[in-house]
């Protein structure tokens, strides 16, 4: 019997799909390396830019399929409509719904449970593909999406994959994770990175102490958490790209020192925001990017940062004044002590890894409490 990431390779094949695009989710990340090994494949900086190259593609006579986390067709959905939709382009898109079976992460609770609503209210069609035995499904929303130039969705439970083994280190498609990519940019400076998140953090962790810390979604926070909680910590649990935003909006409203910990994928995802932080110039805010190369929180996939860009160029071509690269310890913890005026961009270079920390058993409402708290204390 074959697996199910081969079961569906095959149902896309026989759709003739010659165009794919993703932005990883954990439980799909096997399927996405087969997919990035067997057909044309983008890695996404956002799920929305996806249904414009999707489009562009399908304009161009591509029969295109998107790879996608259930929160990210929150990111995706006036692009949908307004140009998928309005202008008749195929499109399929697979989502890997969560929030419904097994979920560890609340924050993914209230767009996974809702998607099939907000897909109707949109006029999207979608099948539900709840068990591995509905994989069979696929095939009839595929060939209409592409023989009716219409957007079919397939909201993929975590059932599907359960039981399917495959390791990403032993699938016979390429492998595409973090761990053998090389930035092409540090090559022949003097910046090679060796530190991991967790020693990131744990090294600015006693300079953090007293200041409002915003922490990106997924294992920074976890890790955060693990090394120094502090009722000032606001840890993110959902809403991939908004840790500098948040970081910005308590900066411009508080006179207490900000940071952010932020990372490469989701800079990535939300680079304007860091034009709008060096317009609005707040002097309290340092954005600390932990720049991995790799979405580390879903399995390394590699991040462009990974190779082609380079964040505090970014930073610089923003706005941002108050940029500095850093590689190891020393460095680090210099730049960490100095308290330059912000806004400030410390670009950590780090090299893909969580370290095996619990959630954080702390309720949501009860991390905004305590920041609500701790701001309001001036
Ligand atoms: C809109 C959206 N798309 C995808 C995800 C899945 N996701 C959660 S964390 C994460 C990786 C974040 O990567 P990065 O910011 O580089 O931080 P790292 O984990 O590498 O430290 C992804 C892709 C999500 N939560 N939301």
């Known amino acids: 019997m074959p697996r199910p990431e081969e079961e569906l390779i095959a149902a896309l094949k026989r759709n003739g799909v010659d165009f794919t695009a993703s932005l990883p989710c954990e439980k799909i990340k096997v399927l996405l390396e087969m997919v990035g090994g067997t057909f044309p494949h983008l ?111 397939f909201l993929m439970s975590p059932v599907v994959w359960e039981g399917s083994e495959c390791s990403a280190g032993s699938s016979e498609f390429g492998v595409r994770s973090a761990e053998c990519e090389v930035k092409g940019w540090t090559q022949g400076t003097a910046m090679s990175p060796f530190l991991t998140r967790y020693d990131i953090i744990k090294l600015i962790a006693p300079y953090l102490e007293g200041k409002v810390v915003v922490s990106n979604l997924g294992w920074p926070s976890k890790e955060l958490y693990a090394v120094r909680h502090q009722p000032s910590n606001f840890y993110m649990l959902g809403s991939m790209g908004m840790a500098t935003p948040i970081g910005l909006g308590i900066a411009l409203s508080s006179r207490k020192e900000v940071v952010v910990i932020d990372g490469d994928g989701s800079l990535l995802m939300n680079p304007g925001t860091l034009a709008t932080t060096a317009f609005a110039s707040p002097a309290n805010l340092t954005i600390v990017a932990i720049d991995n190369g790799a979405y580390g929180s879903t399995g390394n996939q590699p991040t462009l940062a990974g190779s082609c860009v380079d964040l505090e160029q970014v930073a610089r071509g923003f706005g941002f004044r108050n940029t500095v690269k850093v590689a190891g310890e020393q460095d680090l913890i210099a730049e960490i002590k100095e308290q330059r005026k912000g806004p400030a961009f410390l670009h950590v270079l780090a090299v893909p890894g969580n370290k095996d920390v619990p959630n954080i058993p702390v309720h949501h409402l009860e991390i905004k409490k305590q920041v609500q708290e701790y701001l309001r204390k001036e």
Do not use: W
């Open 43 to 153: 890695p996404l900086t956002r799920e929305e830019e996806g249904v414009g190259i999707c489009a562009g593609a399908a304009l161009a006579g591509r029969r295109p399929a998107l790879f996608v986390q259930s929160s990210g067709l929150g990111n995706m959905i006036n692009a949908l409509l307004s140009l998928t939709q309005f202008y008749e382009l195929p499109l399929s898109i697979f989502v890997s719904r969560r929030g419904i079976y097994q979920e560890k992460i609340e924050a993914q609770i209230p767009m996974g449970r809702r998607l099939p609503g907000m897909l109707a209210g949109a006029g999207i069609a979608f099948s539900e593909i709840n068990t591995r035995d509905e994989l069979a499904l696929v095939e009839r929303g595929l060939e209409r999406a592409y023989n009716t130039n219409s957007i079919h969705a």
